[in-house]
């Protein structure tokens, strides 16, 4: 078993299609283990994007992580970090694959509904920014 770590991005939230997404994730056979609904800072979610720092979107990208709630869950699966990123498309929804979240539900490359780990030591950074150990314990 593999974890990964997504987030439902505040556009998701703002759009009500919480429900809808986490719908496709669990069809698609990842078990949640653990959620939350929460709001980043400019700054929490500054850190979190650190790595695109010196990115031109920097700015925009921080902003709109930070412009309302978002839900962030830690999900479980064989081969979750790739199988989830094939689940959500690509970056751009203009690019991303029929069926996929991003080509359903989202607007630009910029609000993108979702974010999924690349990596599974990313996961494991990303998890531990939003859950502590007992959060992150399955119990079913
Ligand atoms: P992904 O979220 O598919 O892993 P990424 O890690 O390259 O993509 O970028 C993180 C987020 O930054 C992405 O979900 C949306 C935003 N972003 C990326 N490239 C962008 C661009 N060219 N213009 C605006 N926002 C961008
Ligand atoms: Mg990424």
Known sequence: MERTLTILKPDCVRKQL??????????????????????????????FYAVHRERPF??????FMSSGPCVPM??????????FRTLIGATDPAQADAGTIRQLYAD????????????????????GFFFSAEEAVRVN
């Open 58 to 63: 920097y700015g925009e990208l921080v902003e």
């Open 18 to 47: 919480i429900g809808a997404v986490i719908d496709k994730i669990e069809r698609a056979g990842f078990r949640v283990v653990a959620m939350k609904k929460t709001r980043l800072t400019p700054d929490t979610a500054g850190e």
């Open 74 to 83: 830690i999900l479980e699966k064989d081969n979750a970090v790739a199988d």
């Open 108 to 127: 630009s490359k910029g609000e993108n509904i979702i974010h999924g780990s690349d990596s599974a030591e990313n996961a494991a950074i990303e998890a």
